[in-house]
């Protein structure tokens, strides 16, 4: 079982930046994949980003790739997801996920999830 929660949403300005922080909870946060997903009002849950247990696989969905940057620090049992660019599109609830096994793109695959945190970006 792992606890995790999110931080670092907020308000932005298109164009404008923002770091979220997943903090995980409970044994070896390195055993999990992470992978972090968001759901705009009225829309479906949708894959942003995922990385594998040692950091060294990340996976990007399109419409964020070279804007977003996913990592983590095993040892502060922490996983990021670095924003920039932001665009107004962005804007929804953010969480981020686990699972001990392979990173992957299917938000069914993982069993832990984290409260979500809003991002919302201004035009």
């Known amino acids: 079982q792992v606890l995790l929660v999110e931080s670092g949403g907020g308000l932005v300005q298109a164009g404008g930046s923002l770091r979220l922080s997943c903090v995980a909870s409970?044994?070896?946060?390195?055993?999990?994949?992470v992978g972090w997903f968001r759901q705009a009002p009225g829309k479906e849950r949708e894959f942003v980003a995922a990385?594998?247990?040692?950091?060294?696989?990340?996976y990007y969905s399109d419409s964020v790739k070279g804007r977003f940057t996913i990592s983590r620090d095993n040892a502060k049992n922490t996983a990021y997801l670095q924003m920039n660019s932001l665009k107004p599109e962005d804007t929804a609830v953010y969480y981020c996920?686990?699972?001990?096994?392979?990173?992957?793109?299917?938000?069914?695959?993982?069993?832990?999830w984290g409260q979500g945190t809003q991002v919302t970006v201004s035009s």
């Open positions: 990385i594998s247990q040692s950091g060294g696989r990340t």
């Open positions: 409970g044994p070896t946060f390195s055993v999990y994949a």
């Open positions: 996920a686990g699972r001990a096994n392979r990173l992957s793109a299917e938000a069914a695959l993982y069993n832990y």
